[in-house]
């Protein structure tokens, strides 16, 4: 079993940054795939981006492409989302994902360890 948890979420104004920090634990394997999706009350969950393995491999969505970065930390299941230039429009419930796969997915389906989620609030 897996167990995931982030951190980092909080309330900020429009133009700021914030760091959102997930890691997970239990039984990992060095080749794994995680990811990062949202949901807003109200709507679905979507994806916002995942990296690979060996962070060689990212993939965003339209929406945050040139704004956000994931990337590994210090450990293999570990990972960061850098937030940068937030709008109002990305206030959700921000959710990591991990998954024993080599090459993740934008589909949350595919994952099958979440952690709870931690809040992001934009402001305007």
């Known amino acids: 079993q897996v167990q995931v948890v982030e951190s980092g979420g909080g309330s900020v104004q429009a133009g700021e940054s914030l760091r959102l920090s997930c890691t997970a634990s239990?039984?990992?394997?060095?080749?794994?795939?995680m990811a990062w999706f949202r949901q807003a009350p109200g709507k679905e969950r979507e994806f916002v981006g995942y990296i690979n393995w060996n962070g060689a491999s990212t993939s965003y969505a339209d929406s945050v492409q040139g704004r956000f970065i994931i990337a590994r930390a210090n450990t293999k299941s570990s990972v960061y989302l850098q937030m940068n230039s937030l709008k109002s429009e990305d206030t959700a419930r921000y959710y990591c994902?991990?998954?024993?796969?080599?090459?993740?997915?934008?589909?949350?389906?595919?994952?099958?360890?979440w952690g709870q989620g931690t809040q992001v609030t934009v402001s305007s």
């Open positions: 994902a991990y998954e024993h796969r080599i090459a993740p997915t934008t589909n949350p389906n595919d994952y099958t360890s």
């Open positions: 239990g039984r990992t394997a060095a080749i794994n795939s």
